[in-house]
């Protein structure tokens, strides 16, 4: 069965960073644009960062720009969403999302998207 698992959240300080994975499989990675999107408690879901199926285009929030970088290997199935200079309002739960398409200054998933579980991120001292 087709799977896209998340890991790598975790409890960090204001300033610190993570590393978040998305692995496929049952599905091959390479062919679909992927989005990150976070919500947290009382919030919208709001986009983070898109990036192309080639890995040659990505897009930022305004928020995290600067911050975050969203990368990807296709060989392996992978794509990463390393967070740095973190703050407390990125505290959210952060899913990867596959088959999308632009929408925006960012991306939409298609009503065909594959989900991550979600993964918990809160920034605390």
């Known amino acids: 069965q087709s799977q896209f698992v998340e890991s790598g959240g975790g409890l960090v300080q204001p300033g610190g960073s993570l590393r978040l994975s998305c692995a496929a499989s049952?599905?091959?990675?390479?062919?679909?644009?992927i989005a990150w999107f976070r919500q947290a408690p009382g919030k919208e879901r709001e986009g983070v960062a898109c990036i192309s199926s080639s890995g040659g285009d990505r897009y930022y929030a305004d928020s995290v720009k600067g911050r975050f970088t969203t990368s990807r290997d296709n060989a392996k199935n992978l794509v990463y969403l390393q967070m740095g200079s973190l703050k407390p309002e990125d505290t959210a739960v952060y899913y990867c999302?596959?088959?999308?398409?632009?929408?925006?200054?960012?991306?939409?998933?298609?009503?065909?998207?594959?989900w991550g579980q979600g993964i918990q991120v809160t920034v605390s001292s």
């Open positions: 049952g599905f091959t990675l390479d062919y679909y644009a």
């Open positions: 999302v596959a088959n999308v398409r632009r929408a925006g200054d960012l991306c939409e998933p298609s009503s065909e998207a594959y």
